[in-house]
């Protein structure tokens, strides 16, 4: 088994940054794809990042590309969500995820690990 804990949430201003982290434990010797999901009040979870476990790939859901970079540091058994220029409609809760496959995908059914989340509030 996987175990996913995040970290690094906040309230900040819009126009600020902050950097979610995800430390894994458990089960981490396979090639997990690591994913970023987040969820509003009434909305559906939805797709942020994912990062392949070389790291050569990564995904972004068009609403973050150019502001958001996802990275990973094997060695420390991390994955890193820089979120950069916050949006008040970024306010979610955050979720660390971790899938098994051999490729990238935005699905939430195809990750088998979640972390508790870590919320994310963004003043206006």
């Known amino acids: 088994q996987v175990q996913l804990v995040e970290s690094g949430g906040g309230l900040v201003q819009a126009g600020g940054s902050l950097r979610l982290s995800c430390a894994a434990s458990?089960?981490?010797?396979?090639?997990?794809?690591m994913g970023w999901f987040r969820q509003a009040p009434g909305k559906d979870r939805e797709f942020v990042a994912a990062?392949?476990?070389?790291?050569?790939?990564?995904d972004y859901t068009d609403s973050v590309k150019g502001r958001f970079i996802i990275s990973r540091d094997n060695a420390k058994n991390t994955v890193y969500l820089q979120m950069n220029s916050l949006k008040p409609e970024d306010t979610a809760v955050y979720y660390c995820?971790?899938?098994?496959?051999?490729?990238?995908?935005?699905?939430?059914?195809?990750?088998?690990?979640w972390g508790q989340g870590t919320q994310v509030t963004v003043s206006s």
């Open positions: 990062i392949s476990w070389s790291g050569s790939s990564t």
């Open positions: 458990g089960r981490i010797f396979l090639r997990y794809i």
């Open positions: 995820a971790a899938s098994s496959q051999g490729w990238i995908t935005s699905s939430p059914y195809e990750y088998a690990y």
